[in-house]
């Protein structure tokens, strides 16, 4: 039974503050600065929560959240770590992962078919027929908190920081690395998972005043911040390191880090090691030097360092009863073995476990190897409490996350960092060194070295291993006992006996173990279990850790909640200059390229094919207006301007006159059509062209490449966000702009393919004689802010013609009627000019452009298909984009654009053919989405021929 | 997330970058045969190692030749296009 102790010096728990708090339903108390797991273990609550697949009481084992026994679900929040957080004042705390309650949990009885959950269950299960049924039974049996949808949205902050020298680790070494960066001038972050600095320095050889001067020096420096109750989550690539606060994330870029993560004491593995009672020698201490707290009434040291008996000193200091310190070694080593008035044996064997009524630890039953008469004897001590201080594993995790490698080291049987990447450093136990005086020059060197590397000197910083590393950690600490219940992984229940299985059925390498068992895979990551796997693994295959290398142990270090990670979404919508004139008219929008466009406007009474079908009408007969701001906008100016363009694009521009425009392609090096657009010439030495809404960024970006490797004498400006453009179609638009420019729009002035500036409106204006689907049009490009204002100007002036605004729907469906191509939806990333009958638009006879070499080979093979327009009769089946032409029972094509054109009557479309069915008149056969064979018919192109 | 050493804007998250690709030589299209081309255009040296490529700063337009250890995922090292040879056959006449 664990009971609070009079005051310990240093304690971090404030007698003066008592706090209430409720527990499975009951009332507690408990101190501030108490976690929730110390003030339910000074209240002698030994049973903190149940094991995740045989729901085993479970209870204090790290005390540091190294273990994942102690889990809680607290106000609603789930899965609380409760070694760690601290407790609050009417704090509502219950178990996880019990069913009924702790105490009276019916999931206990899933022990009893442990004979039926192999290693490998899920594998050997959950597949063909048994699959949904084993998921629905082991998803209700397993998983750990509840969450509550219900629960208020809580957002957490995100911040961006930078530093010189960032510390990971507040222990001795941490302390000592930060003073020495920042008296070398870097500005430093110091981070500490504890609510307070000092780690284990304070019963691992420091007073509690040399830890506290360290500590003050530590926050009087002005070039150290000093981050408490906050860990390294991930340490990713260039030293971005995710430091998780208790309400803020951080993500910080350091020029270096010092890591200084000391290590993690591990586990016994013998039979019943998972009891309550049963814990790590480096828990008690803390529970005894942080919250005053002892282990048990009567306990029993399991050992085989100088660090157990040092635990069996501190604890007779505070008149702790220690019954026995068993030590696993033979008497020869070199540490001291006496302590007056306590039974210390060596070559201790421990056999089991005894688990007593309320389900904790009452006794340890051990064997003495050392006295050959009664080897074969074993004998049963009674005790609350089994302490095991048999080894150590390096706190690694973030490190290996930075690129470091590892390796085993045989005299200290400890993994120890052996190649750092540039500004990454380790120091302290981590390192090896253990001893106080030792981990603080470690920590001085690393960051003396650390804050050179941060002001761009060289690497200086050669970790020299001191003379006086002793080995700390027990070769192979694990115990078979014919009954199991010998705990590797206590995440996971997973046994010696699961992972011997593995290995027996072949995962036999640490990553297939890891998978196959599950071994390492639990909310705490391995940290008390990876280390006695592999030892297992090696002693199975007859090897060492040497040539075995520990599995990839990557973020998060320790449980993040999902709050910290959850962020708003930055998706940009990009809204026309006119988007508020839209909305007015009734818009339905639908998102382009990142745009909100409007796919047709809504009329009261009229569906949507309606609505499109009235705007077409409004086209043919009068004027149509709609947005084309979305078209991406360049500029390039410069002598070479005109050369450039006809190296980048398939027609010939260096000869345009000014004042003109020639449909652009932008080919691909293999030929294929990537991009169109309308240029202009608007001078000598300057162009001003359209690319597609989709296309914008990429074509922009794809002509300065080209020009990076040209380096021709000419200048781009990227313009889609400067201007706003809108597209005037329809017989009547030529005498409605006429009412607004002085420019003169006559055939003979302005004809088909002219560009003209000037103002419309009173607004400066490029415009483009446009025919995309239209005969008559004019693209009307003017800058951002204007575009409302002109927007406006030209629906009130249009009012006498019947103009109405078309969306991107009815464009589809007029620029088909005209059999204009798209680029994307007609044609893929397969087809070259000839097929998509783009081919006047390319100048074969230059010297060169892009996509020319591939097109000569093109044109030598001729079309592998030809885009082709066909209409269908006048009851059909739907047809749908995608729909295949079948042909000799063969795929031979299909429908790239379909609609049912409202000025012919008929339903039209595009087709990728087979060139065989390429001729005016073919009858094609196109399989419906249902299946039906649909006839249709070869038709000349543009469907609609005056409009 | 790694940096960028961008040679006009200096050292910029991964985010802001596009790669643009290998650096590689055209052959002259008047000459090379359609096997030259087909591999120009086709084939591509994937063995880890240092590899030189365009990479572009999204912002600013900027593009730049970066020489990356692909085996160790390293940026070697970053400077300006104006420091490669001009490849012949992409010499513009005058």
């Known amino acids: ?947 | 997330m790694k940096l960028m050493p961008c040679p006009l804007n200096g050292p910029r998250p991964l985010l802001e970058f596009v790669c643009g690709g290998e650096v590689r030589t055209m052959p002259d299209p008047d000459t090379c045969t359609d096997a030259a081309w087909a591999s120009y255009l086709f084939t591509r040296d994937s063995v880890p190692g240092i590899r030189r490529e365009w990479w572009c700063h999204i912002p600013s337009g900027y593009w730049f030749v970066a020489e990356r250890d692909t085996a160790r995922d390293e940026i070697v090292k970053t400077y300006d296009s104006s420091r490669l040879a001009a490849p012949q056959a992409e010499v513009v006449p005058a």
């Not at chain 1, 339910?40 to 903190?48: I, P, Q, R, S």
């Not at chain 1, 959240?65 to 770590?81: E, K, M």
């Not at chain 1, 270096?256 to 016994?268: D, K, L, R, S, Y």
């Open chain 1, 1 to 947: 039974m664990m009971y609070r102790l009079p005051p310990v010096p240093g304690e971090w728990i404030d007698r003066s503050r008592q706090l209430e708090f409720e527990y499975e339903g009951r009332p507690y108390t408990g101190f501030a600065g108490d976690t929730m797991t110390s003030a339910l273990a000074a209240a002698g609550e030994m049973t903190l929560g149940r094991s995740f697949k045989y729901h085993r009481p479970r209870g204090i084992f790290s005390f540091a959240n190294h273990d994942a026994n102690n889990l809680f679900q607290v106000d609603g929040v789930p899965n609380v770590r409760g070694d760690v957080a601290p407790l609050a004042a009417g704090a509502r705390i219950t178990a996880v992962n019990t069913f009924g309650g702790l105490a009276r949990d019916r999931g206990r009885f899933l022990e009893w078919l442990a004979p039926f959950l192999p290693v490998g269950f899920y594998y050997k299960a959950f597949h063909g027929r048994h699959f949904p049924r084993w998921e629905r039974r082991i998803r209700a049996i397993s998983g750990l908190g509840t969450v509550h949808a219900a629960l208020p949205r809580e957002y957490t902050p995100k911040r961006y920081a930078f530093c010189d020298v960032l510390v990971v680790g507040a222990g001795a070494t941490g302390l000592a690395a930060a003073l020495s960066a920042a008296d070398g001038g870097a500005r430093v972050m110091l981070v500490d998972e504890n609510a307070r600095a000092g780690g284990s320095a304070a019963w691992s050889g420091a007073t509690t005043a040399e830890v506290a001067a360290l500590g003050e020096r530590v926050a009087r420096n002005p070039r150290i911040e000093v981050l408490l109750s906050t860990y390294a989550a991930g340490c990713y690539a260039d030293r971005w390191v995710a430091l998780v606060e208790p309400h803020r994330m951080t993500k910080v870029r350091a020029r270096a880090i010092v890591f200084a993560t000391g290590v993690i004491e591990q586990p016994a593995v013998f039979r019943n090691n998972d009891l309550p009672g049963v814990m790590l020698g480096s828990a008690a201490q803390r529970l005894l030097h942080r919250c005053a707290i002892a282990p048990g009434r009567r306990v029993v040291i399991l050992t085989a360092n100088r660090e157990g008996y040092e635990l069996a000193r501190q604890l007779r200091a505070h008149e702790v009863h220690v019954a026995a310190v068993l030590d696993l070694r033979s008497g020869s080593v070199g540490d001291a073995h006496e302590i007056p008035g306590v039974r210390c044996e060596t070559r201790v064997v421990p056999e089991e476990a005894i688990a007593g009524r309320d389900g904790a630890v009452r006794a340890l039953r051990f064997r003495c190897a050392s006295d050959a008469s009664v080897a074969q004897r074993t004998e049963r001590i009674e005790c609350d409490a089994v302490l095991m201080s048999v080894g150590f594993a390096p706190a690694i995790q973030l490190l290996m996350q930075a690129g470091a490698a590892s390796a085993y080291d045989t005299a200290l049987q400890q993994h120890l960092p052996a190649t750092l990447p540039p500004g990454i450093f380790a120091a302290g136990r981590l390192n090896g060194v253990y001893e106080f005086a030792a981990r603080r020059q470690d920590g001085r060197d690393a960051g003396v070295a650390a804050a050179a590397c941060a002001r761009g000197e060289r690497d200086v910083y050669r970790h020299e291993k001191p003379e006086h590393m002793r080995q700390v950690s027990h070769l192979y600490p694990v115990f078979e006992h014919a009954r199991g219940r010998n705990f590797i992984d206590l995440d996971e229940d997973i046994q010696v006996k699961d992972l011997r299985d593995a290995a027996q059925e072949g995962f036999d390498s640490p990553e297939l173990m890891k998978r196959y068992s599950t071994l390492g895979m639990g909310p705490s990551q391995g940290k008390l279990s990876n280390l006695n796997g592999a030892r297992v693994l090696t002693r199975v295959r007859g090897t060492s850790l040497t040539d075995t290398p520990l599995t990839t142990q990557r973020p998060f270090y320790h449980p993040v909640p999902l709050k910290h990670l959850a962020g708003a979404g930055f998706h940009v919508t990009r809204r026309s200059a006119a988007h508020a004139c839209h909305e007015a008219l009734g818009a339905s929008w639908m998102n382009v390229g990142g745009w909100q466009r409007p796919e047709f406007y809504s009329f009261a009474g009229l569906g949507r094919a309606e609505c499109i079908a009235a705007e077409a009408r409004a086209v043919r007969t009068g004027a149509g207006l709609i947005d084309v701001s979305t078209l991406g906008k360049i500029e390039i100016h410069g002598p070479d301007a005109g050369r450039f363009l006809d190296r980048v694009y398939a027609g010939s521009f260096a000869d345009l006159r000014a004042g003109s425009t020639r449909y652009g392609l932008l080919l691909d090096e293999g030929g294929i059509v990537r991009d169109d657009g309308v240029i202009a010439r608007l001078g000598e030495a300057s162009y001003y062209f359209t690319t597609t809404t989709g296309g914008a960024a990429g074509v922009y970006r794809e002509l300065l490449l080209w020009n990076a490797r040209w380096r021709m004498d000419c200048a781009f400006v990227n313009a889609t966000g400067h201007r706003a453009a809108f597209n005037l179609a329809g017989p009547a638009s030529r005498e409605l702009l006429q009412s607004l420019t002085g420019i003169d729009l006559s055939e003979a002035a302005f004809p088909f393919q002219g560009a003209r500036s000037g103002e419309v409106a009173g607004i400066p204006a490029r415009i483009l004689r446009a025919g995309f689907v239209a005969a008559l049009g004019f693209e009307i490009h003017v800058p951002f802010g204007s575009g409302a204002h002109l927007w406006n100007v030209l629906m009130n002036a249009g009012e006498r013609f019947g103009i109405r605004a078309f969306g991107v729907e009815a464009q589809r469906l007029l620029r088909l009627e005209k059999g204009h191509a798209i680029i994307g939806q007609d044609t893929d990333n397969l087809t070259n000019p000839f097929e998509a009958r783009l081919g006047w638009a390319v100048r074969m006879g230059k010297p060169f452009f892009v996509g020319q070499r591939s097109l000569r080979i093109h044109e030598s093979r001729g079309p592998r298909q030809t885009l082709v327009g066909f209409e269908l009769p006048a009851d059909h089946a739907p047809v749908f984009e995608a729909n295949l032409l079948i042909d000799g029972g063969d795929i031979a094509g299909r429908v790239t654009s379909i609609a049912r054109s409202p000025t012919l009557g008929r339903t039209i479309g595009l087709a990728m053919a087979a060139p065989r069915l390429a001729a005016p008149g073919t009858e094609l056969a196109i399989r419906a989405s249902d299946g039906r064979m649909v006839p249709a018919r070869v038709v000349k192109t543009p469907f609609v021929e005056a409009a």
